[in-house]
C-alpha cells in the first residue's frame, strides 16, 4: 500500500533553518513526481516545491533561494530543506506523489494522487 509520512517539523524562530522529511513506500519512488505543498491557517493550500520523475525540480517564488528539495534514493526520502524562515512560511507542510509523466502543471493538485497527514512548521519568536 502506497504511503507518504512526513517528519521533522517544529517551532522555529525566524531567519532560523529546518529540514522536514517525506518517506515514502509502497511504490517506486524515482519513477514518479513528488511535490510539497503547504497550507496556512485560513488559506488554501499552496504549493511550495516539487520534483518531476525525470528529476526537474521547481520552485515557488516566495521560497526561491530558501528551500531546496533533495532525494535519498537508497531511503525513497525526500527532503525540504528550508533557511531563512519567515512567519510566513508558517502552516502544515504535506509532501504529494505526482504523475510518472513530465508535461503537467505542477501546481495543479488534482495530478496528485497521494497525501501525507502533514507536519507543522511554526516560524516565530
Known amino acids: 500500500q502506497a504511503q507518504l509520512v512526513e517528519s521533522g517539523g517544529g517551532l522555529v524562530q525566524p531567519g532560523g533553518s529546518l529540514t522536514i522529511s517525506c518517506a515514502t513506500s509502497g511504490f517506486t519512488f524515482n519513477y514518479y513526481a513528488l511535490g510539497w505543498f503547504r497550507q496556512a491557517p485560513g488559506q488554501e493550500r499552496e504549493g511550495v516545491s516539487f520534483k518531476t520523475s525525470n528529476a526537474k525540480v521547481y520552485y515557488a517564488d516566495s521560497v526561491k533561494g530558501r528551500f531546496t528539495i533533495s532525494s535519498d534514493y537508497a531511503t525513497n526520502t525526500m527532503y525540504l530543506h528550508m533557511m531563512n524562515l519567515k512567519p510566513e512560511d508558517t502552516g502544515i507542510y504535506y509532501c504529494?506523489?505526482?504523475?510518472?509523466?513530465?508535461?503537467?502543471?505542477?501546481?495543479?493538485?488534482?495530478?496528485?494522487?497521494?497525501w501525507g497527514q502533514g507536519t507543522q512548521v511554526t516560524v516565530s519568536e
Open positions: 504529494a506523489k505526482g504523475p510518472a509523466y513530465n508535461k503537467y502543471d505542477v501546481y495543479d493538485q488534482s495530478e496528485y494522487d497521494l
